[in-house]
């Protein structure tokens, strides 16, 4: 970067972040999210107090096939790295109602209690000390119909989530001593299937479910933040421009500096601005989803290279949304033509499906080639696996070429936008000012 346009950088972001709307807007806003969800938090809490799962359900074995066994009953075999996830969202999610109430019941499982009677059974209920009665009817091997009494309308209810392991308890009472028991575990857990993906060089490994978290998580991230980073930096670069625009300060400015130095000056000063804002932002929101994947050994090379179309698409989209912003003759207007690009970047999450589930597939290819949806398409696809590295370079290569197309054009079209006022000029002009400026 030049010395001129750095100087226009550092006194972008200086005069931005030391404002005090910016001040008030970046901090004041997570307090008043946080209050509001602590609201939202207590009034909650204090509605689901009553339902705080039990982890035990009553049963009334009318029929005499019921096993009632000693230890809790899982609702299904949950694979260990599964589990330690949950568990790690069980430990944040423990106390917000629904979501904790059900992880805790996936996780521990289900004791049964089993009563004598139906009163009893229900005595108990109203003393909190179950969550859920059963009745298993004398006629249930022909009907096959049982009777649930749960306190709860909820449909998180403990007694909707204790559903399934009361299945597994009626399947393994009903096989009992009339099927082995190893035919017994297959029954109910007929397959653990191992899934082997092929390696680039040939060979094939196990993927687990964690293997395709890491693989994922990064990617999809780094996509959420260029949409949400292009929608407020985005504005932060419009509203810089404007307002000097309107003041006609900037044809004192244009005396002294190149319109290709002022243009990357506001883009990387006014940009970084908007960036910090959001990254203060999410660095407040993000604290719970830090701590959950802190375990997940995340590729190095997968960050890195999410990194680079990050910065390479967020330059591309500031340059058009600076450029085309301009071309207004208000504040308003340039909002409204600058943020028009932003809907590129958007398009892909539009193919998701069809990206996710054909990765090296014709239509997301394509989508990698055209420059607006190339950063996202790749960051997707190489989450889903189906990018390979000469196309990752060949990517990046030609979004850095675009780059460099784009502020050159922009940078004619910015110097006589910002000289012009009270007339909107048309695409012809604008063309003609790409090739004579």
């Given at each position: 970067m030049k010395g001129k346009a750095w100087i226009v950088a550092r006194r972008e972001f200086l005069a931005t972040v030391l404002r005090p709307g910016w001040l008030i807007g970046t901090f004041g806003m997570p307090v008043f999210v946080g209050l509001?969800?602590?609201?939202?938090f207590l009034v909650t809490h204090a509605a689901v107090r009553l339902d705080k799962p039990t982890g035990k359900a009553g049963i009334v074995d009318q029929s005499g096939i019921v096993k009632v066994e000693a230890g809790p009953v899982s609702a299904?075999?949950?694979?260990?790295?599964a589990k330690e996830a949950f568990e790690g969202a069980s430990a944040m999610s423990a106390q917000v109602g629904p979501v904790g109430s059900m992880v805790k019941t996936l996780l521990s499982g289900t004791t049964f209690v089993p009563f004598p009677s139906l009163d009893e059974a229900l005595a108990a209920l109203d003393r909190k000390e179950i969550g859920v009665v059963f009745v298993v009817p004398k006629d249930y091997l022909a009907t096959g119909k049982i009777s649930a009494y749960d306190a709860s309308t909820s449909v998180f209810s403990e007694g909707k989530l204790t559903s399934l392991p009361l299945r597994r308890l009626l399947v393994k009472s009903?096989?009992?001593?009339?099927v082995d028991p190893q035919v017994m575990e297959r029954i109910l857990q007929p397959a653990a299937i191992a899934t082997y993906a092929k390696q680039p060089g040939g060979t094939w490994a196990e993927r687990g479910i964690i293997d395709v978290v890491k693989r994922f998580v990064v990617p999809f991230g780094f996509t959420i933040l260029l949409v949400v980073s292009i929608l407020?930096?985005?504005g932060t670069l419009i509203q810089g421009v404007s307002e000097e625009k309107e003041n006609r300060v900037i044809e004192v400015i244009l005396s002294s500096i190149d319109a290709r130095s002022l243009l990357l000056g506001?883009?990387?000063g006014l940009g970084a601005a908007g960036l910090l804002q959001l990254s203060i932002w999410l660095s407040m929101a993000l604290v719970p989803l830090v701590l959950l994947v802190a375990g997940l050994a995340l590729s190095p090379?997968?960050?890195?290279v999410c990194l680079a179309y990050f910065v390479l698409a967020f330059l591309l989209y500031g340059t058009l949304i600076t450029a085309t912003g301009v071309l207004g003759t208000n504040a308003k207007d340039m909002q409204q033509y600058g943020m028009f690009w932003a809907i590129g970047c958007a398009v892909p999450m539009f193919f998701l499906?069809?990206?996710?589930?054909d990765p090296q597939g014709t239509a997301a290819r394509i989508l990698s080639y055209i420059p607006l949806t190339s950063a996202v398409t790749m960051m997707l696809r190489i989450g889903a696996g189906g990018a390979p590295w000469w196309e990752v370079v060949l990517t990046l290569a030609l979004l850095a070429g675009w780059v460099w197309?784009?502020?050159?054009f922009a940078a004619r079209v910015f110097r006589t936008a910002l000289l012009m006022y009270g007339k909107r000029p048309s695409v012809v002009e604008v063309f003609r000012w790409m090739r004579q400026a």
């Open positions: 509001y969800a602590g609201l939202i299904a075999e949950i694979p260990d790295e009903l096989a009992a001593g009339k407020v930096a985005g506001k883009l990387v090379m997968i960050v890195l499906q069809v990206v996710m589930s197309v784009t502020l050159r």
